[in-house]
Structures are given as structure tokens and as C-alpha cells.
């Protein structure tokens, strides 16, 4: 197992057991500026990613993120990584349960410190649906495109 392997399985075995009180530790992972990309957000910078992950803490709780499975580029030298995963929360002033299902690409630096972090996930199966009336339009064009499509 080579250094960016390691580091990638660190780093998913990290945002697994992630805490408010572990954010602390995650430069041990990542890179002072590293960039930060997701449907809602696109940043640079550790506190700038400490603070999304902060606001994810304050906004929901139970929160549940388990990798799935660990993707390694073949090629002698790339230093790139991506891994899928589930993530189970509950909003904190609805109570809604929310599932999402994504996918992250990572880069590493030579040191196995990640420089980039991008997920890819669909928000309309999920953040969209807990906005009052956002979600009841986002469920109704869903079930529109599913009843076209029988």
C-alpha cells in the first residue's frame, strides 16, 4: 500500500468518526489550503472547510457518514483518489431524516496531505426536500418525470 492509499483510508476512517470536538485534527489530513467543492459550496483554505463542516454540526445531528467503497488511480505517480459513501443526517429544527449518496474525488500532496476535496451528490434527493415548498415542487417534477417515463 503506497502513501496516497494510506492517506485516502485515514482520511475516510477520519470524516467517519468526525465530531465537532475532532475538527480540531483535521489538519493531520488535509492541507493548509485546501480546496473545497460540493454542490453548495466551492472555497480554499482549512478554516473555510472547518466552517462548513461546523455549520453541518449545528445544522443537523445524527449524523452518520460510512464509505463505501475506496478508488484508487492504476497510473505510476497520480496522486488522485475518490471513494462513494452514504451519509444519514436529521435536521435539527424539522426532525426530517435525510440520506445522501455521493461520491468524492481527492488529490493529494507528495507529503499525503489532501490539496482538493469534491463531492458530487444530488441535492434535489434530499436538501432540497426538507425546504418548505421547495420540496414539495422538487417532489412533484420528480414524480412528473417518473410518471412520463412508465
Known amino acids: 500500500m503506497n502513501t496516497f492509499e494510506k492517506s485516502t483510508i485515514s482520511y475516510c476512517n477520519f470524516l467517519e468518526k468526525l465530531t465537532p470536538n475532532s475538527l480540531s485534527a483535521l489538519n493531520q489530513f488535509v492541507d493548509q489550503n485546501i480546496i473545497f467543492s460540493d454542490p453548495f459550496h466551492q472555497t480554499k483554505g482549512i478554516e473555510n472547510y472547518t466552517a462548513i463542516l461546523d455549520t453541518m454540526f449545528l445544522t443537523f445531528d445524527q449524523i452518520d457518514f460510512k464509505t463505501k467503497k475506496i478508488f484508487y488511480n ?3 505517480g497520480n496522486n488522485f483518489s475518490s471513494f462513494n459513501w452514504r451519509l444519514k443526517m436529521r435536521h435539527r429544527k424539522s426532525f ?7 461520491m468524492t474525488l481527492v ?5 499525503g496531505l489532501i490539496t482538493r476535496h469534491e463531492d458530487f451528490w444530488d441535492p434535489s434527493s434530499s436538501i432540497y426536500r426538507i ?6 415542487a422538487v417532489d412533484f417534477v420528480r414524480k412528473r418525470i417518473r410518471d412520463t417515463s412508465n
Not at 426530517?96 to 455521493?102: A, C, F, L, N, Y
Open 74 to 76: 492504476a497510473t505510476t
Open 96 to 102: 426530517k431524516p435525510i440520506q445522501i449518496d455521493g
Open 107 to 111: 488529490e493529494l500532496s507528495q507529503q
Open 131 to 136: 425546504i418548505p415548498l421547495l420540496g414539495s
